[in-house]
């Protein structure tokens, strides 16, 4: 099982920038596909971005797509996620998830992962 920490997340205005961090302890963090999910108030959690083991490959929401990047570092325990050109429609609680996998596979569904952070709040104002 992983443990994860998510941090950076606020207030910022539109086209604004921030980054959020997820740290990750217990299970070998190389081990681990990992993701951002998003979930707004009454709406579903939705998928922001995904990671391999490695960080070869990553993969996008398209709502997301050419404004944020995800990112890892193996030896920091820490996957990332870059939000520029921040629009109102981005305000949600952010997840990091983790799960557990033998491949470079990318994962974008939030019952494919088995750990989850207790999120952090982004609201970006027009």
């Known amino acids: 099982q992983a443990q994860l920490v998510e941090s950076g997340g606020g207030l910022v205005q539109a086209g604004g920038s921030l980054r959020l961090a997820c740290a990750a302890s217990?299970?070998?963090?190389?081990?681990?596909?990992m993701a951002w999910f998003r979930q707004a108030p009454g709406k579903e959690r939705e998928f922001v971005a995904a990671?391999?083991?490695?960080?070869?490959?990553?993969y996008y929401g398209d709502s997301v797509k050419g404004r944020f990047t995800i990112s890892r570092d193996n030896a920091k325990n820490t996957v990332y996620l870059q939000m520029n050109s921040l629009k109102p429609e981005d305000t949600a609680v952010y997840y990091c998830?983790?799960?557990?996998?033998?491949?470079?596979?990318?994962?974008?569904?939030?019952?494919?992962?088995?750990?989850w952070g207790q999120g952090t709040q982004v609201t970006v104002s027009s």
């Open positions: 998830a983790a799960r557990a996998t033998g491949t470079q596979e990318i994962f974008v569904r939030p019952n494919e992962y088995n750990d």
């Open positions: 217990g299970r070998t963090f190389r081990y681990n596909a």
């Open positions: 990671i391999t083991r490695s960080g070869g490959r990553t």
